[in-house]
């Protein structure tokens, strides 16, 4: 089974300037998130997929960060104008559906952006 | 709300000597509790969890947990060290499906 894909792995650019994240889930996830983890930190969740609908997007800073599902498969996650602060690896995890395994994340590698 | 609380930021240990990662938790009912490995570029990988069945949990590559809820613990456990172990070890409290992360705690190896 193939697991969580995201792309780039890697990126670098100035402030103020836009960035996109992709995430394709495990095939047949239905519950997709999105963490941002800070250098020496532990990651913390941004936003939460239901399918193509969001669940919580309560820590998600709206006025620069956005993110869609819009199929109910694969994700971008966007921001503009990014922020020094924004410098993280911005991690993807999805869920199975079903089954024993629901309180289960599955990660992907993780997209590194270094804002200069 | 629930949190969770790495009492070490890094531990460093021989290899073939025992490793002891300790995670106390808080929580307003039974959680379910996890444990992350996350290696330098890679994504984070589950070593075992904890739902409330057997209190002591068996995972991969040899790791263990014991849940002790007198104590609010979930310290992670393995007899013996290898090289590969060397990585960032996560302590993990779900909070409906969401996952709440502790600090991280490094582990170094030494040959």
């Known amino acids: 089974e193939a697991g969580v894909a995201q792309s780039p792995r890697y990126k670098i650019i100035e402030k103020r300037q836009s960035v996109a994240f992709w995430c394709n889930p495990i095939?047949?996830?239905?519950?997709l998130y999105w963490y941002q983890q800070i250098l020496g930190q532990g990651p913390k969740l941004l936003i939460q997929?239901?399918?193509?609908?969001?669940?919580?997007d309560s820590q998600l800073p709206k006025d620069r960060f956005s993110a869609e599902r819009l199929k109910g498969v694969d994700s971008t996650l966007k921001i503009q104008p990014a922020k020094l602060e924004d410098s993280a690896v911005y991690l993807c995890a999805s869920v199975p559906k079903g089954g024993q395994d629901t309180d289960t994340q599955y990660f992907g590698p993780g997209t590194r952006l270094t804002v200069l | 709300a629930q949190s969770v609380t790495q009492l070490d930021s890094h531990v460093s240990v021989s290899e073939g000597t025992p490793v002891l990662l300790r995670c106390n938790y808080s929580?307003?009912?039974?959680?379910?509790l996890f444990w992350y490995v996350q290696h330098p570029n890679k994504g984070l990988q589950l070593l075992l969890k904890?739902?409330?069945?057997?209190?002591l949990v068996k995972g991969i590559n040899g790791f263990e947990a014991e849940f002790k809820k007198s104590e609010t613990s979930f310290h992670l456990t393995k007899p013996s060290a290898h090289m590969s172990d060397a990585a960032e070890y996560f302590c993990v409290v779900s909070d409906w499906g969401k996952l709440i992360f502790g600090q991280g705690t490094e582990l170094s190896v030494k040959p």
């Open positions: 997929f239901q399918n193509n609908g969001v669940v919580d």
């Open positions: 904890y739902t409330s069945a057997a209190t």
């Open positions: 095939s047949g996830h239905a519950t």
């Open positions: 929580s307003s009912y039974s959680p379910s």
